[in-house]
């Protein structure tokens, strides 16, 4: 029966610099490699060999050499020690280098506005990081559901969490479809709204609705309106297609209905009451040391949207 050996902890290193020495046949040697003395180098070892109660090294006025007990030792622990830098390089690497996986959540208006134009171009700039997108209009919890970063509006950042603004400040816009404002009319301010039917968005993680937010044209001051309508959607395309539909009227992010606006398929109204009012941002958790993939991610989409501000 075996008797269970135990070492400290603190002798750990000793194996490594007894590798060295039986590597260099030297301790002045392997002590200048250590950055350490050669009379501390060989006290390491000669606790090490306390503690195991054998002699590691054959010492001769010309040549340090492994013992048998030396020898042995070493071919168990050359491959732990080699696997062990071996990891501390890998993990070294990806907290500097672009690489490795990085996974973001992102509501549908920030994949849209923030990410979808960008992705051809982080990707082919940084081909070592594999980019995973959850698009979910809920709000994800970054640590528990293992996301490096995510990218809502500012208001909806989660606390305890680091908030970066990119881009610029977002217009919502107020739009309906050709037919419906010909038979509906055009409201000229937001108390308009109640004679029409409005789509309206439920926050998938509140199931609260979204209170429609407008600016005065005159002063600025924030106004919200009671809206009503008989379509519903927790998802913001099937607003604008519903819209197009002539469902009602939708109130989103105008980035999402641009080119339905240009080619008429969209009308815009009470465009006066709808001034720059929201920013995204990325949120990731406090960290002493940044990764890289991390770092190059944000660098990436501040300095694309830098012109926009």
């Keep these: 029966m075996k008797t269970e050996f135990t070492i400290d902890p603190d002798l750990l290193p000793a194996l490594d610099a007894l590798r060295?020495?039986?590597e260099a046949g030297s301790f002045t040697q392997a002590a200048a490699a250590?950055?350490?003395s050669t009379s501390a180098l060989s006290q390491t070892i000669r606790r090490l060999e306390s503690a195991l109660g054998a002699q590691l090294l054959a010492r001769t006025t010309r040549?340090?050499?492994a013992t048998e007990a030396g020898e042995a030792l070493l071919a168990v622990a050359r491959p732990s020690l080699d696997a062990l830098y071996g990891a501390m390089a890998e993990v070294g690497e990806r907290a500097t280098e672009p690489r490795g996986a990085l996974r973001v959540t992102a509501s549908r208006v920030a994949y849209q506005a923030v990410l979808r134009p960008v992705?051809?171009?982080f990707l082919a700039r940084y081909p070592r990081i594999e980019l995973e997108v959850s698009v979910d209009d809920g709000l994800s919890a970054i640590v528990a559901d293992r996301f490096d970063v995510g990218i809502r509006f500012g208001e909806r950042v989660e606390r305890d969490m680091v908030g970066v603004p990119v881009g610029p400040a977002r217009r919502i816009a107020v739009v309906g479809s050709p037919a419906y404002l010909l038979a509906h009319g055009t409201p000229e301010s937001p108390d308009a709204l109640r004679g029409h039917?409005?789509?309206r968005y439920r926050f998938p993680s509140s199931g609260a609705l979204y209170d429609w937010e407008f600016a005065a044209p005159s002063d600025g001051a924030n106004q919200s309106a009671e809206v009503n309508g008989g379509f519903i959607a927790n998802d913001v395309l099937a607003m604008v297609e519903a819209a197009k539909q002539g469902v009602g009227l939708a109130h989103v992010l105008e980035d999402?209905?641009?080119?339905?606006v240009a080619a008429g398929r969209l009308v815009r109204v009470?465009?006066?009451w709808c001034p720059p009012m929201y920013r995204f941002h990325l949120y990731f958790p406090r960290m002493p040391q940044m990764p890289g993939k991390l770092r190059v991610f944000?660098?990436?989409?501040q300095a694309r949207f830098a012109s926009q501000i």
Excluded at 298 to 301: E, K, S
């Design 63 to 65: 040549q340090v050499s």
């Design 197 to 199: 039917r409005c789509i």
């Design 270 to 272: 009470l465009e006066d």
């Design 256 to 260: 999402l209905v641009a080119e339905d």
């Design 34 to 36: 250590l950055d350490v």
């Design 298 to 301: 944000i660098d990436f989409l």
């Design 20 to 22: 060295r020495v039986a």
């Design 119 to 121: 992705l051809g171009d």
